[in-house]
């Protein structure tokens, strides 16, 4: 049997498992940096199909990193299970988390047989924006000797390389002076109206910045009553540029945007995160070529997309992964329009049929594109070479 038809024998024995804890983490969904249950879960799974298992790495008690082969190559397949707040599993994670075990069991299974090492990184934490899992984990060294890393993320509609662009969270604290809003409002300093005045110096800022900026934010504290002046309010923003270095030419302007709220209204302003940024996605070529020929092969195709495929679309701390090895990120489509990520409709499409199937996909097209990098031996040595 050759390592392909090998791979594909011991997914499908472990199918039905990973449906269901596909399902089972999508039952139970856990914010960034809490998701013990997930976490264990995968972790279990891992154990039992022989892999070596270390939990709780790089001080992030939901990080994990597992191991198998002996092969001098040494891919990573990562792994996300954190929900959003309040919708659940509506960026679909259960499904990243389910393929990234069925990947590597497959590819273990013909690991030494290729020359493969097989590592799942467990990594927590995607959708807080700002020092999430993947870059306190390469911080800290998870990382460290893995030469290519992939993982798939589901989307409504298959796409090989999405325009992936860079992203800082940010906190914003204003303390102003509690008073009578009616009795003594000229003692008062007015901490909600410091946000309304950065608000609409972020609106008017808007037409200066290039079409593929963005700026998006919620107020987490607006004031705790309407007879009280507002003492102290806080915000949570997003900025994002096409690359880190755009990135950084907008921080300054959009920050000037919230002093200029301070100003005005005499509150004082504080300022928190925002200091380890999620990078653009660099798509390695050679590696989505690998695996867009394995996708086809599974019956899943990437249909021209138009507008989308250079239409800026969300980001992901992959991208730091990207500027570090080489790396790929394929969007794999669960049939869900008109539903779209972060929507409760996108959430329950994530346990469909149509789901499974790209959880079945994605697992084995990315356990084909790590046979077809160990068996290259020009791509071998050029992964190999980059340490
Ligand atoms: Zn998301
Ligand atoms: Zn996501």
Redesign the pocket.
Known sequence: MDAKSGARERFESARDGLIELSHRIHAHPELGFEEEKASSWLCESLAEAGFSVQRGICELPTAFIARAGSGTLNIGICA?YDCLPGIGHA???NI?AASAVGAALAAAKVADEVGLTVTVIGTPA??VGNASGKILELERGAFDGIHAAMMV??APFDMLRAKIIAASMFEIHYTGKASHASAFPELGVNAADALTVAQTALGLLRQHIRPTDRIHGIVTNGGSAPNVVPASTSAKFIIRSETLDQLAELRPRVHRCFESGALATGSKLQLAGGDKPYAEMRHHDAMADFYRRNSETLGRPFPNLGEWETRPT?S?DMGNVSLVMPSIHPMIGINSLPAV?HQPEFAAHCVTADADKALADGALAMAWTCIDLAKDSEMRKRLIARQ
């Open positions: 996300e960026c679909g994670h990243i995607e959708e993320h589901p969300g992901t990520n």
